[in-house]
């Protein structure tokens, strides 16, 4: 089983549609979790952190489930510039920036 | 504006030779740089941690020979792809970590050899 796995899509959605990726992991101990973006061939950019709590940004919502082992990201109103692939990383216990664990990415189409 | 500045953003190299990869950390200091490498539609995979003052942390099945870090001062780490072959054809980013756990990612380099 992979340690971070990802419905990797491809989601094509019309504008103004919410959509929601779900992302799963291994470790049950996993500390640290985030959501980044990243575009045709360029870096990956943080999006959100996602706290135990669930965190929102503007249209961006970000939830963690520990109990099932998965992190989610819901997005409201999707504009063109939301296309993007989205992908989940997690911290496994250790802790160390050196074990960042990405998935392999949702690949996210916002349609006129 | 980019905290990690990474160069060249692509690069196409006849088979056999090498090519260099800079990653700088701008107006801040990273002991530790990591580099990963991106296949088409694959996540990124952890090729080695990149050490000041001392020698890289290279993950299993990364040929220390052949991807050569160098981490020479607080600001700048180097990948050398030696002998580029076209199997070596891939995104290749690094990253410095930030204080809460994530990273700053270079620009990343789209390496083709040909």
């Known amino acids: 089983r992979k340690e971070v796995e990802q419905d990797p899509g491809p989601f094509n959605v019309p504008e103004g549609a919410t959509v929601a990726f779900n992302c799963t992991y291994s470790n049950s101990a996993s500390q640290s979790f985030f959501w980044y973006r990243q575009d045709c061939r360029k870096e990956p950019k943080l999006l959100m952190s996602v706290y135990s709590s669930g965190n929102e940004d503007g249209r961006f919502t970000a939830q963690l489930n520990r109990a099932s082992q998965y992190i989610s990201l819901l997005i409201r109103d999707s504009k063109l510039s939301d296309s993007a692939t989205y992908l989940c990383?997690?911290?496994?216990?250790?802790?160390?920036?050196?074990?960042?664990?990405f998935g392999s990415g949702t690949q996210l189409t916002v349609l006129p | 504006g980019a905290v990690v500045s990474q160069h060249p953003s692509w690069v196409i190299c006849k088979s056999g030779t090498s090519v260099k990869i800079e990653c700088r950390s701008l107006?801040?200091?990273?002991?530790?740089m990591f580099w990963y490498r991106q296949f088409p539609k694959q996540s990124l995979m952890l090729m080695a941690t990149?050490?000041?003052?001392?020698?890289?942390?290279?993950e299993q099945g990364v040929e220390k020979d052949k991807f050569l870090i160098n981490h020479a001062s607080l600001t700048l780490s180097t990948l050398t792809v030696t002998s580029a072959h076209p199997e070596d054809s891939s995104f290749y980013i690094c990253?410095?970590?930030?204080?809460?756990?994530?990273?700053?990612f270079g620009q990343g380099t789209r390496l083709t050899v040909v």
């Open positions: 990253s410095a970590p930030t204080g809460g756990g994530g990273a700053f």
């Open positions: 990149s050490n000041e003052g001392s020698k890289a942390t290279y």
């Open positions: 107006d801040f200091q990273a002991t530790t």
């Open positions: 990383v997690v911290i496994p216990p250790s802790g160390s920036a050196r074990q960042l664990t």
